[in-house]
């Protein structure tokens, strides 16, 4: 007796197709599975043959073997525990094998019989209704995979509900609350830093990264917390593409879902793998979850040399592509970085307060941990000092300065789309352009620091509408170049 | 042709007075185009047979001060004179030329194309009378003119010996700087010009150090804007970081970030590496 349920499992943020076939035959009662499984897939025994019993069926007292086919495609994770069942299920005639027809199967089992859900499911669910079928899943993921258009979803809270046929389809999605409340920290709460508040909105239009260099305490962490609450709100294909992410990590997509900027903030002891992805099984890092979002690495030359080298392609790419003996696997990965890091070892170097303890080598050696291919991708340079205490102690907030600067950036960059593309030389005034070259030649800027100067006045310019760069635009991103003599 | 001739006498208000002031004058000055853009300017003036990079400092040279406002004087003879015009041009800054001919005929032939933009847009100018043929006297006689006419004349490259010192003897009599751009000892076509250097001319290795031999700092129009003297006088009593200085003058972040980066860009300030700035 044999019999077929189809299942999948994830490859990057992709669900592969696979099929699980389940053989009973008369013999010594085993119970084995075959095809490349991994142990989580093999612990899946222990658990469907539990909870098939919890269920009130029966588990064949007889040989039951377990093929995952294609057999050379390497499967993991406990999503097969549904589909296993069913199977075994199927094919000893507990439940009418039809009723399995154009079903695609998921999800986790508890001993008692309960379906859980497994990370991925928005993946699982994207393939299904990319391949019209149905899916059958956990009912607790329905608000989750209820996104994908023309999905066909049906919800199990346990086996023991499938005696009665196929779970109710699920059509209508339901309305996410959008989290009304304006995010943390407000740009009004912060006291001072003018500048870096201005840099700030920049980024936001622009989409531009940042690096805040300065003393420990002086609130680089703060505003770069600000910058989510600028973004406006995910559109719906970004709600898929970060929520999928979010997904196949195993971590929680509402809020992405509702529309919420993603934030990532990796501590500094933070792995390759961990930063960019990577792993067996392949998982998503942070660079992918702060997808569409903003990436934030406080101490920056802190981190791993091997983590921020590995950083430079993706960010010039928007992708990170991870290579394995079984192929390329590709995790999306447009950011807006913003970096924080202090002057030198100690952090007080240019302190008007306190005293730098450190030797004049350790300064350029500290800066040169980061490297210049990694520097040259920082847009905007800012130097952040602690705020005067009368300031601090005077400020009140006032309104919420954030959803004020939001509707400023949401303005600026419709006018970004809305005005004809031009290179970015060519939309220069002669004013700007002589005030540039004098600038270029001066301070002796490069070729990549001219092309990012242009990029951040363009950016600039846009904020005032206006559809040619002007020699304005020019001199304020001037002060955001970056310190090339360090 | 449709540019206008005009011609003006010694004495003449329109007769240039820089001119007037030399040791020896031209009595009339014969011209084509606009007789105002005879103002005092910088004269630009290299090797005929100039290399290509003597050609580059010509074009670089000419052409940032020609977009400062600054008229660009040179002879119209290939080469290094030929280029400067064109750079001048290029820039929308104005240009006079200085013939051995009368300003009506295209001499030398290759630079027809350059004079007939200069008559049209600037000026072309000469002792010699309307249709007069060059003759090589006249050519070397209009160097104290191309002398005269400029507060200041810049030997881009020279060979030795080389027609370009007499417009450099004629500068001196007539107590105009001279500025040469320095080249490779090994370069024939520097000889002159590295010579210059040696017997007291101010060397050019930079716009900046141009900059400052023209004065073009204090040359240099600007819009009057309070804020930015502002930001200058308090940067001069006391380095500041820009948010500082925004609160300490009343004006909003950006403004100051504006103008500080203008200041920074005329070297008048510079960003210092803990963030401030501060007069340089």
Redesign the interface.
């Known amino acids: 007796m044999q019999a077929t349920v189809a299942s999948a499992t994830i490859l990057g943020v992709e669900a592969i197709p696979v099929e699980v076939q389940a053989d009973v035959s008369s013999g010594l009662p085993v119970f084995g599975i075959v095809g490349l499984a991994d142990t989580a897939v093999q612990e899946a025994r222990d658990r469907v043959r539990a909870a098939v019993r919890a269920a009130g069926f029966q588990f064949p007292n007889a040989r039951v073997i377990v093929n995952l086919a294609p057999a050379p495609l390497r499967k993991h994770g406990t999503g097969f525990d549904l589909p296993i069942a069913l199977a075994v299920l199927s094919a000893t005639g507990q439940i009418p094998p039809a009723c399995l027809g154009g079903v695609t199967a998921v999800g986790e089992l508890g001993l008692d019989g309960a379906v859980r859900a497994v990370p991925g499911m928005l993946a699982h669910a994207i393939t299904a209704s990319r391949e019209d079928r149905d899916l059958l899943g956990p009912s607790s993921a329905a608000d989750v995979v209820d996104i994908v258009p023309r999905l066909r979803y049906r919800g199990l809270t346990g086996i023991s509900a499938i005696r009665a046929g196929l779970p109710e389809m699920r059509t209508a999605p339901r309305a996410r609350s959008v989290d009304a409340r304006p995010p943390e920290p407000d740009l009004g709460d912060i006291a001072g830093h003018e500048g870096a508040k201005r840099c700030l909105e920049i980024a936001a239009t622009g989409g531009h990264n940042v690096l805040f260099v300065g003393p420990p305490g002086s609130g680089k962490t703060m505003l770069a917390r600000a910058l989510c609450g600028l973004l406006p709100e995910l559109d719906e294909a970004e709600r898929l593409q970060s929520g999928l992410i979010h997904s196949v990590a195993g971590l929680d997509p509402h809020d992405v879902l509702a529309g919420k900027r993603p934030f990532r903030a990796p501590h500094h002891t933070c792995t390759v793998a961990g930063l960019v992805g990577g792993g067996t099984p392949p998982r998503p890092g942070e660079l992918s979850l702060a997808h569409n979002g903003v990436l934030f690495l406080d101490e920056f030359p802190e981190f791993g040399p091997g983590a921020l080298q590995a950083l430079r392609q993706p960010l010039e790419e928007g992708v990170v592509t991870l290579v394995r003996a079984l192929g390329a696997i590709r995790y999306p990965a447009q950011v807006t970085l913003v970096a924080a890091m202090n002057p030198c070892p100690c952090g007080y170097s240019g302190d008007p307060a306190r005293h730098c303890s450190c030797p004049p080598a350790a300064l350029s050696r500290y800066a040169s941990r980061i490297g210049g291919p990694l520097l040259d991708r920082m847009d905007i340079t800012l130097r952040v000092d602690r705020v005067d205490p009368g300031i601090l102690i005077d400020h009140a907030r006032t309104a919420s300065c954030t959803l004020e600067a939001r509707s400023r950036v949401d303005e600026a960059r419709a006018f970004a789309r809305s005005r004809p593309v031009s290179g970015l030389r060519t939309s220069l005034e002669p004013g700007a352009r002589l005030l540039l070259e004098d600038a270029a030649r001066r301070m002796h800027l490069s070729g990549r620091a001219v092309t990012r100067l242009l990029r951040v006045a363009r950016t600039i310019a846009d904020m005032d509408a206006s559809s040619t760069v002007a020699e304005a635009h020019i001199a304020e991103a001037l002060g955001y170049r970056a310190w090339e003599n360090r | 042709m449709t540019a206008s001739r005009f011609v003006v006498r010694l004495g003449d208000p329109r007769y240039p007075r820089q001119l007037a002031e030399t040791p020896d004058p031209p009595r009339v000055l014969y011209g084509m185009g606009d007789p105002n853009a005879l103002v005092s300017g910088l004269a630009v003036v290299g090797a005929r047979r100039a290399t290509p990079y003597g050609l580059r400092c010509t074009r670089l040279f000419a052409g940032w001060a020609a977009?400062?406002g600054v008229s660009i004087i040179s002879g119209a003879a290939i080469g290094c004179d030929r280029e400067a015009h064109a750079a001048a041009l290029e820039q929308?800054g104005s240009t006079v030329a200085v013939l051995g001919c009368g300003p009506d005929v295209d001499y030398p032939r290759r630079s027809a194309d350059v004079l007939a933009r200069m008559r049209a847009e600037a000026a072309v100018v000469s002792e010699c009378a309307f249709g007069q043929q060059p003759t090589r006297w006249a050519f070397v006689r209009r160097n104290r003119i191309i002398a005269g006419l400029a507060y200041a004349v810049l030997v881009v490259e020279a060979g030795l010996p080389s027609g370009t010192f007499s417009t450099a003897d004629a500068a001196l009599e007539a107590g105009r700087d001279v500025l040469a751009v320095p080249g490779s000892v090994f370069s024939p076509e520097s000889r002159g010009s590295n010579r210059l250097i040696r017997q007291g001319a101010t060397p050019i290795t930079?716009?900046?150090e141009l900059a400052a031999a023209l004065d073009l700092e204090s040359v240099r129009v600007t819009p009057d804007d309070p804020a930015r003297d502002g930001v200058l006088r308090a940067l001069t009593a006391d380095p500041l970081?820009?948010?500082?200085l925004?609160?300490a003058l009343g004006i909003?972040?950006?403004h100051a970030?504006?103008?500080?980066?203008?200041l920074?860009?005329?070297?008048l300030i510079a960003?210092y590496?803990?963030?401030r700035y501060g007069v340089a």
């Open positions: 977009g400062r929308g930079d716009v900046s970081r820009p948010d500082d925004a609160r909003d972040i950006v970030g504006r103008t500080l980066g203008a920074e860009a005329q070297g960003r590496p803990d963030g």
